[in-house]
Structures are given as C-alpha cells and as structure tokens.
C-alpha cells in the first residue's frame, strides 16, 4: 500500500523568507502524480502544486516549487518570500495513475511570523 | 471553476440520530469522495464514487454509507450517529480525463458534532 509521510507537524517562517515542507512516500509504481494541498483557516483545501513522476523537471507556481527525488522518494514544497496568507495546513498527497485516489499525508501547520 | 459545495458548514446532532450529509459539485466530475479530518490523522478515505450508483469503499467505512442517485450529488449518511463520529467531513470531485491529473477539487467541510 501506499504511504505519504509528513514528520514535522508545525513549522514556522519569517515573512518575507524561505521554508521548506518535507514529504516522503512509499509506492512501488512507476505511474504516479504528487500533490501539495493547502487548507487556510476558513477550511477549503486548494491544489497548490502537482507533480508527474514521469517528469524530471521539478514544477513550480510562482513562489511556490517542489524538490522531487525520485530515487529518494522524497517531495518538498519550497515557499519563497513568505506571506501572512501563506499560513495554513499543507498536506502532501499521492495518487496513480490508474485512478484518481489520493493518499494523504497528516499535514502540517504552517504560520507566518509578521 | 468548478464549485463543490456542501450542504452545510456546523451540524449538531444527537447520539442515534440518522444524519445525511450533502455534497452537490457543478462540473460535470465522474468522481466523487468522502473523507473525514481529524487532528494528526489527516485525512482518511471513507467512500468513493466513479459513477452513479457506484460507490466503493475507502479506508474507514465503518458506520456509514453513501448514496450517489445524480451524477452531480454524492450524500454520506450515518445510519445511527455516535460520539466518535464527531468530526470535520470534506467532500471533493475530480474528473477521468487524464489532462487534469488526478486533481481533487474540495467542498467547503461540514464540522459535524454528536451529542
């Protein structure tokens, strides 16, 4: 089966400055999709960021990026130039190719010091 | 956009009771999910739907079941509420074609409290 780890539960960032999410998973699929929700305070969960394992450049929406090790298994989220809105709980998320199931991470608590 | 929405934010029920959850979504998605979120748990897989009038089980069915009678609307139903119910439920949908990638679109989560 397969798992999506998130060990750090809390983090905290300056404004205005760089953290990293780390997130590891466990498949033995070749075919598989990586994703970072982020869910704010008011509790809609938003994609931030997807990855295609098939591809080897790592993606990237505007402030935010991914590291993807595919040897490693390994998934982080980069946010540069952290903002006040950036605070919120971000689950890494992993689904195959053959359907459209997810598995979770347990999330973490991001906040933003101003 | 696509819009799921849920048929309520704050819910209050009685130990016993029947409660139905609604999730209605607008973009014509194949797929649609139950999950319930709970603090260091995550999000956990309670029923899916690929069809209507499909469903299949996720991770933790027990003490529930889904109806899925309109391609647009996906209700979970506890048949008999129990304290250990009390929870944060999120609906999502997604659609088959490959070019959205497996992306999950989520409602606005029903904080489910029992009595």
């Known amino acids: 089966a397969q798992t999506v780890t998130q060990s750090q539960p809390e983090m905290s960032v300056q404004e205005a400055e760089t953290v990293t999410l780390s997130c590891t998973y466990d498949t033995s699929e070749s075919d598989y999709y990586l994703f970072w929700y982020k869910q704010p305070p008011s509790r809609q969960m938003i994609l931030v960021i997807r990855q295609e394992a098939y591809k080897q450049q790592n993606a990237t929406e505007n402030r935010f990026s991914v590291n993807f090790q595919k040897a490693a298994k390994s998934f982080s989220l980069k946010i540069s130039d952290s903002q006040l809105g950036d605070a919120a709980m971000y689950f890494c998320a992993y689904a195959t190719g053959a359907n459209s199931k997810l598995t979770f991470g347990k999330g973490i608590t991001l906040s933003v010091r101003p | 956009d696509v819009k799921v929405t849920q048929s309520s934010r704050y819910l209050v029920k009685r130990t016993g009771e029947k409660v139905f959850l609604e999730c209605v979504q607008d973009?014509?998605?194949?797929?649609m999910f139950w999950y319930r979120q709970d603090p260091g748990l995550g999000l956990r897989l309670i029923y899916f739907s690929y069809d209507v009038k499909m469903k299949e089980k996720g991770d933790i069915p027990e003490g529930y079941s889904v109806s899925r009678e309109k391609k647009e609307r996906f209700s979970l139903i506890l048949e008999s509420a129990s304290t250990n119910q009390t929870s944060m439920y999120l609906c999502?949908?997604?659609?088959?074609?490959?070019?959205?990638?497996?992306?999950?679109?989520f409602g606005p989560g029903t904080r489910l409290t029992v009595l």
């Open positions: 973009m014509d998605h194949e797929n």
């Open positions: 999502a949908s997604s659609s088959t074609r490959l070019v959205f990638y497996n992306e999950q679109f």
